[in-house]
């Protein structure tokens, strides 16, 4: 009997499963071990804890482990790769297979075969691949340099454009949600989740860079308020949703044409031809798309223009099915 674990290491929570060839014995869940955002001993305590956990669950020694596939968002960083595979030497045996989360939410999706994934969760980045097996990304900057669409770029978004209309002679970005003389609760709103008793305070802890006394603010968090609001009837609110959704569905649109096309400056790409004028199948994950209707819709609107053959699922799929896969094919 072989063993194998799969783990999803997101933005906000890991989560793993232990399975034999054909079942799944056991799953466990912990924070987040993404360095960026938690320090190095942190992560590791927390990934250690869920191992023994699924594996005591499993009754399944992590010596018996075969083959793992880890997806960690960041594992393209050497700094991550070198953490991730001291952990695992230290307390899992058999192979590592280390892999970007995006990665094995496509084989979720496609299990190996073609198709355009968008991940937009605490993060956003979209991934494709021809039937030819060519993958093909955008975006995965982070929060300071992209993510767009993102729960941490709503956020950010809904606090920047609530500012406008606090400042309203300020001049207006013509590419971002625009302020509208509608009322909005999105800072008052703001203010509440975060605890806070005043907007200069809100603007102070917006802010704040992470550092040993203090966490860097949670703008992800936000993206549930500001959808909230949405529904309730707040415009603005409605409005930064739609553009998220714009956003990513720009990401998907710029996936498909590194798959159909040469890029000028890149090297010269041969697309398969199955790819060129065929129905595209397009697959999400996380919790923005999973959870918020407004931004999916947006997204699915979008597409009809951008690529009036894409064809969106209707449910989002789950990375851990797309690790496994991966775990037991080696």
């Given at each position: 009997m072989s063993y194998f674990l799969a783990i999803d290491a997101g933005g906000t929570r890991t989560q793993c499963l232990l399975a034999d060839e054909s079942l799944v014995l056991a799953r466990a869940t912990t924070g987040t071990v993404k360095?960026?955002?938690?320090?190095?001993?942190?992560?590791?305590a927390r990934l250690q804890a869920m191992l023994r956990e699924v594996a005591a669950a499993a009754g399944v020694s992590l010596e018996q482990i075969a083959r793992t596939c880890f997806g960690l968002a960041g594992i393209s960083s050497p700094a991550v790769r070198a953490w991730a595979d001291k952990t695992f030497t230290s307390l899992v045996a058999g192979e590592l297979l280390p892999c970007g989360d995006e990665e094995i939410a496509l084989d979720a999706a496609f299990a190996?075969?073609?198709?355009?994934?968008?991940v937009a969760g605490t993060g956003s980045n979209a991934i494709g691949r021809t039937d030819a097996g060519e993958t093909f990304g955008a975006g995965g900057w982070g929060p300071v340099l992209g993510d767009e669409g993102s729960g941490t770029w709503i956020g950010l978004e809904a606090i920047r454009v609530a500012l406008r209309v606090h400042d309203p002679e300020r001049p207006c970005d013509s590419n971002r949600a625009q302020p509208s003389i509608e009322p909005t609760s999105l800072l008052d709103e703001i203010e509440r989740h975060w605890k806070l008793d005043s907007l200069g305070e809100l603007v102070s802890y917006a802010n704040q860079r992470a550092d040993s006394g203090h966490l860097a603010p949670d703008f992800a968090s936000l993206a549930p308020v500001v959808a909230r609001l949405a529904d309730a009837g707040d415009a603005l609110a409605a409005k930064v949703l739609a553009l998220a959704g714009v956003e990513l569905a720009e990401l998907v649109a710029l996936v498909y044409s590194k798959m159909t096309s040469t890029i000028v400056g890149a090297p010269s790409i041969t697309a398969s031809s199955s790819w060129v004028g065929s129905?595209?199948?397009?697959?999400?994950t996380g919790g923005v798309l999973a959870q918020i209707e407004q931004v999916r819709a947006a997204m699915t609107a979008r597409l009809?223009?951008?690529?009036?053959?894409?064809?969106?699922?209707?449910?989002?799929?789950?990375?851990?099915?797309?690790?496994l896969w991966r775990a037991r094919q080696g």
């Open positions: 360095l960026m955002r938690i320090g190095e001993d942190e992560a590791t190996g075969g073609p198709g355009i994934l968008v129905a595209i199948s397009v697959a999400y009809a223009v951008l690529l009036p053959k894409a064809c969106v699922r209707q449910s989002p799929v789950d990375p851990l099915d797309g690790a």
